[in-house]
Nanobody, 115 residues
Framework: QVQLVESGGGLVQAGGSLRLSCAAS????????MGWYRQAPGKQRELVAG???????NYSDSVKGRFTISRDKADNMMYLQMNNLKPEDTAVYYC?????????WGQGTQVTVSS
């Protein structure tokens, strides 16, 4: 059973930075896709950034140029570097991993950006 554990959330002022981490219990070599999602109050969960098993990366338009997704296969870790944070980035951020049609989720970490 794969377990994903996020860390690194917190409260930051607008313009600040945070780095989220996702620790996977299994080898991330087995994942077809990994990504960061977020869900703000009253809104649907949305994909923020994703990376395929072959290293293809995509970002949502709202974070492009500000967020950077990366992974360290040796340590089974995935990261989200978030720069120039805006109040609208406030949400619970979730780590996600897919092995074909099977999905795994972390418990989420709160990111709050004050204006």
């Amino acid at each position: 059973q794969v377990q994903l554990v996020e860390s690194g959330g917190g409260l930051v002022q607008a313009g600040g930075s945070l780095r989220l981490s996702c620790a996977a219990s299994g080898s991330i070599f087995s994942f077809n896709h990994m990504g960061w999602y977020r869900q703000a109050p009253g809104k649907q969960r949305e994909l923020v950034a994703g990376i395929t098993g072959t290293g293809i990366i995509n970002y949502s338009d709202s974070v492009k140029g500000r967020f950077t997704i990366s992974r360290d296969k040796a340590d089974n870790m995935m990261y989200l570097q978030m720069n120039n944070l805006k109040p609208e980035d406030t949400a619970v951020y979730y780590c996600n991993a897919k092995i074909y049609s099977v999905e795994f989720w972390g418990q989420g970490t709160q990111v709050t950006v004050s204006s």
